[in-house]
Structures are given as C-alpha cells and as structure tokens.
C-alpha cells in the first residue's frame, strides 16, 4: 500500500514563511517523480512543484525565486520551502505522484492560509 502523508501548514502573515513536508510508504521517491499540489478555496487544482528522479526541478511561475522543492532520499520524504508567502498561495497543499494522480487518489493534504 502506498501512502503520501503532508504536513507544515498553518496560518502566516503575507512574506512569511512555511516548510511543507512529505512522507512516503510503500513507493520510493528518490525512482518516481514527485509533485506539490494546491488548490485555493473555489479554484481547480494547480501544479506547483515538481522534482524528477534524475534531480529536475520545475516550478509554475507565479512561485519562481520563493518556493524551492527537496528530497531527502534517506528520510524517503519531500518538501517544499515557502518564503514570501502571498494571500494568494493560500489552499490546501498535496504530494503526489504520477501513478496515484492517475487514479485520483488523493493523501490528506495539509492547509496554508496567508493573511494580509
């Protein structure tokens, strides 16, 4: 069984700053790609992040220069630096991978709410 657990969110003011994190049982990141999703109150789900196997990393570009995307392949987790948040990064955030996005299969997320 594959599980994707997030964590890191919370509440900050606009330019502060959170680490999401990732932790992954039964698929190991450092051999499959691995993504960061967002989806605001109201909006369709949004591509933020993701890293590839080989150590590609690509970012949309709304969060280019302040989030940064990691592995750590001992910890078999992700993360994902935020700094300069802005109310509009405010959504609840997931991990994933191609395979379980393949058949919607979604972990719990964790929330990130940026006030003004």
């Known amino acids: 069984q594959v599980h994707l657990v997030e964590s890191g969110g919370g509440l900050v003011q606009s330019g502060g700053s959170l680490r999401l994190s990732c932790v992954a049982s039964?698929?190991?990141?450092?051999?499959?790609?691995v993504s960061w999703y967002r989806q605001a109150p109201g909006a369709q789900r949004e591509l933020v992040a993701t890293?590839?196997?080989?150590?590609?990393?690509t970012y949309v570009d709304s969060v280019k220069g302040r989030f940064t995307m990691s592995r750590d392949n001992a910890k078999n987790s992700v993360y994902l630096q935020m700094n300069n948040l802005h109310p509009s990064d405010t959504g609840m955030y997931h991990c994933n991978t191609p395979g379980l996005v393949a058949y919607h299969d979604w972990g719990p997320g964790t929330q990130v709410t940026v006030s003004s």
């Open positions: 890293l590839a196997p080989y150590g590609e990393i």
């Open positions: 039964g698929l190991i990141f450092s051999v499959n790609t």
